[in-house]
Structure formats: C-alpha cells, structure tokens
C-alpha cells in the first residue's frame, strides 16, 4: 500500500522531555510538512521541507526540530523549549513544493501529543 | 496575507437535504483552492481541488464545490446529505506564485452534523 504513516499514534511526554514524531511515505513525494492542530484552531504548518537535506521553518517552529535525511522521511521533535506541546500533530506529503505546484497533500494518520 | 475563512463552526443538516459549508479565501494573486475532510482522530482526506477552467467542481464521496472568483469564495455542496457525511471540513489555499513550498492556508474548520 503506498501511504503515509506515522508513528506513534498516542505519544505521552513528561515535563522537560524532548520526543520524536515519525512520518514516513512512499509515495516519492519531494514535499513534505508537519502541522500542528488544536481544536478551533484549524492546521498551522510547523516545517516543510521541499527536498532532501532542505527544510523550512514554517509559522510556528519554535520549540521544534527537524530532519530530512532521507526522502521517504521527515521526523519531527518536540523539544522541551515548546511550551504548550500537547496537540495533534499531522505529517502531510506532496509531489512538489515548487512555487505554482497545484497537487494536493496527502495526510498521515496523525500522532496525538500530551504532556503529563 | 493568505487567509482563509469558514464563518460557521458548525452547520446542521438532516439526511437526503442539500448542505452548504462555506468557505472565502484572500490571496494577493490567483489561488488553488482545496476541501478535505477529517474523521474524528484520524488525518485529512482529500476531497477535490479547483485549479482553472470550468467552476464548477466534482470531487469524492458526492461533493461538488463552486468557485466565484467576485465574491472570492469557494463553497462546499451535495446535493443529499448522508449521516455518514458527519465530520470536520477543512477549506484551503494556496497563491499561485506567492507560496513557500507549496503552502497550504487552512481555514480553521467547519463541523458538519447530519442527523437521521
């Protein structure tokens, strides 16, 4: 099946903590994003990167880091500098981030975030 | 600024009715439009997308939505409703050529309920 997964599904994080979020596709996809959402709040992007070894912050990246070593993977890390960290966190793909690009991004399952 | 609007947090409708969620979008050029749809804790599906060309647009599941360039909306429609249709939608844009690496606004999400 091609796809987007990511892992874990529900992820606890004590006070002080950094943790890593896994999403992994393949799909071939150059794109791809990480967004935080909070409910009323719709989706923010977090980062995206456009092509390996390449990322961009996007509106709301402090307190995360990210990676992209590889194609097929873009994990994020919630560190402990975030200060509200407790959200549902959706990884998204897309064929190309190019400025004029009209594909639509293909969503992950989704890691849901709390902190104890 | 990129933004997105759905003035309804929820809309109500009974099943075999037509439904509408709304949806108006600010860009400073042309824009790609999208819906998705999300069921409760999992990621976002896509619906359809409007690039160019006829306004009218067909997408999954029955959905249709009008773009109208004048009143810089993009409304979400079906004809009948079905309670499975029950979820959260999500407008988004994306300016033809302003956009960092194929950026997606998203609206903050409209919930729709079809009852019985």
């Known amino acids: 099946d091609g796809g987007i997964t990511q892992s874990p599904k529900y992820l606890f994080r004590k006070e002080g903590q950094n943790v890593t979020l896994s999403c992994e596709q393949n799909?071939?996809?150059?794109?791809m994003y990480w967004y935080r959402q909070d409910p009323g709040q719709g989706l923010r992007l977090i980062y995206y990167?456009?092509?390996?070894?390449?990322?961009q912050k996007g509106d709301i990246a402090e307190g995360y880091s990210v990676s992209r070593e590889k194609k097929e993977s873009f994990p994020l890390t919630v560190t402990s500098a975030q200060k509200n960290p407790t959200a549902f966190y959706l990884c998204a793909s897309s064929t190309s981030g190019l400025a004029g690009s009209y594909n639509e991004q293909f969503f992950g399952p989704g890691t849901r975030l709390t902190v104890l | 600024a990129q933004s997105v609007a759905q003035p309804e947090d929820q809309v109500n409708v009974a099943e075999g009715n037509p439904l509408t969620v709304k949806c108006t979008y600010s860009?400073?050029?042309?824009?790609?439009l999208f819906w998705y749809v999300q069921y409760p804790n999992r990621g976002l599906q896509f619906l359809l997308k409007y690039i160019t060309g006829d306004n009218l647009v067909k997408g999954s599941y029955g959905f249709e939505a009008e773009f109208n360039k004048s009143q810089t909306s993009f409304h979400l429609k079906k004809p009948s409703a079905l309670v499975s249709d029950s979820a959260l939608y999500f407008c988004a844009v994306r300016d033809r050529i302003y956009n960092q690496g194929g950026k997606l606004i998203f609206g903050q999400g409209t919930e729709l309920s079809v009852k019985p």
């Open positions: 990167s456009q092509i390996v070894n390449d990322f």
């Open positions: 860009v400073s050029g042309n824009p790609y």
């Open positions: 799909l071939n996809h150059d794109a």
